[in-house]
């Protein structure tokens, strides 16, 4: 076992559950295997406590690094911002500088407010959409972080956020009388939202989702949901705390000419270091005057310093078209090696945030296969790729040099009906769950 292992074996009992993100738990990659930790990043690669170094073509950092780790330029903004004094009594100005920079690019909006992380500002949005409409009930598809406001939806039934994130997500300690105020839709479901209408619409605060993720909106259904959000009077917060700046330079709303009266930025814009930002329509955002929403650390300088240096870069250098044509690479390379494997692949995801799986009763297995055989030849790799600048063409090639290998191993166990033997630890996890002293 490596250092990695051994140091997560030993946070398990001081830390519940291990991690502070459900996404980095080793148990959903390679239980008791997967290196868990990292002494350094540079770019795509990762360095792991034994000072072995992985190519990571998985989440980077769950999204955050749109342009790869430790990106020269913002670790110098960092670095001018730590000199200066990230804290101090007065405000820092670049938070100025950097709401005139959002509203720029997203000329419907007005003001902006701040936080640091997606789950966080995503509360703000509720908060102000409650606090703007004198109303409690949200209608909402997609995650949108961990706050007593969103876990409420699991409150009614065990099932409502099942399909949102992963299954089973327990929402011990919200209080039960928030039971009933949030109400589920799918993704281009209109007529689910159509009927959350036409019985709540008059209680609505607001509705909730990304305006895009796994897939792409069907033709007219963002347009519907932004006339049923004006016609009962509800606010339409999109959240773009992962599918922003992705396709173009800013959030992917513009993408596709929906404008909601709110939207929310984290992680996707400010690579790695804590910022989050929501903007909105003055009418609506004014309404934080109206709320206690006020916290400390949503003053420091790094955030917006690097929000800033990271919106710039991406701006100046055209990153999404790098994301997309990165990912239509990946893509195009799966689906080749998996022809040739015989595997029968189902792509999904925005193109820059592609994913795949393959329809098996040992779906997990496989994955978990994959995982390892990548693992093996230097990858931090699963069922997602998240492109970032850091990844160039030759890296990719790299990379599905080695995926052409590894889909005839899993095409083989697949025949031969022994995926599980061939893993040198237990399924990777599909749920959350309680981790106990038996699990790997
Ligand atoms: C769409 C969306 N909203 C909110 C969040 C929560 O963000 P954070 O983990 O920074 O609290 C995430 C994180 O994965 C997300 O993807």
Not at 158 to 177: E, F, M, N
Not at 291 to 303: D, N, P, Q, V
Request: aromatic content about 8%; glycine content about 10%.
């Amino acid at each position: 076992m490596g250092k990695g292992q051994d140091l997560y074996t030993r946070a398990r009992t001081l830390i519940p559950g291990g991690t502070q993100l459900l996404s980095k738990r080793p148990e959903l990659y390679l239980p008791g295997l997967w290196p868990a930790y990292y002494s350094r990043a540079k770019g795509a690669d990762v360095w792991d406590l034994d000072g072995k170094r992985y190519t990571d073509v998985s989440s980077s950092g769950i999204s955050s690094c749109v342009l790869g780790f430790a990106d020269p330029e913002l670790e110098q903004a960092v670095i001018g911002a730590v000199q200066a004094g990230s804290m101090t009594t007065l405000n820092c100005p670049e938070e100025v500088e950097l709401a005139e920079l959002l509203i720029e690019l997203h000329p419907w909006a007005e003001m902006v407010r701040y936080a640091r992380c997606g789950g966080e500002i995503m509360a703000v949005a509720a908060r102000i959409a409650r606090a703007a409409t004198g109303r409690e009930k949200i209608a909402f598809c997609g995650y949108h972080g961990w706050h007593d406001w969103y876990l409420a939806a699991n409150l009614s039934s065990d099932t409502a956020l099942d399909g949102h994130l992963l299954p089973g997500l327990q929402p011990a300690g919200v209080p039960r009388g928030l039971a009933g105020t949030m109400l589920p839709f799918r993704y281009n479901h209109i007529e689910d939202l159509r009927t959350l209408v036409a019985e709540f619409g008059h209680e609505l605060a607001a509705i909730v989702m990304e305006p895009t993720r796994s897939e792409e909106p069907a033709a007219g259904f963002l347009e519907e949901v932004r006339a049923l959000a004006t016609q009962c009077g509800a606010v339409l917060v999109f959240d773009e705390v992962t599918v922003g700046w992705r396709l173009n330079c800013g959030g992917i709303h513009m993408v596709h000419g929906v404008h909601p009266d709110m939207a929310a930025f984290a992680k996707a814009m400010s690579n790695g270091y804590a910022m989050a930002a929501l903007i909105g329509t003055r009418a609506v955002m004014d309404a934080a005057q109206s709320s206690f929403i006020s916290s400390t650390y949503w003053t420091e300088k790094i955030g917006p310093v690097a929000a800033l240096a990271a919106i710039r870069k991406y701006r100046r250098e055209s990153v999404h078209v790098h994301q997309v044509a990165t990912g239509e690479q990946v893509r195009a390379g799966w689906q080749k090696a998996a022809a040739r494997a015989g595997l029968e692949l189902k792509l999904g995801g925005v193109v820059p945030l592609s994913t795949f799986s393959i329809d098996h009763p040992q779906a997990a297995a496989l994955t978990t296969l994959f995982t390892q055989e990548m693992l093996d030849r230097g990858y931090l790799a699963g069922f997602r790729f998240n492109s970032t600048f850091a990844h160039t063409p030759q890296i990719v090639e790299r990379y599905l040099r080695d995926v052409d290998e590894v889909f005839p191993v899993l095409a083989e166990a697949m025949r031969a009906g022994n995926v599980a033997d061939r893993l040198r630890g237990p399924v990777k996890h599909s749920d959350f769950r309680r981790l106990t002293g038996n699990d790997a």
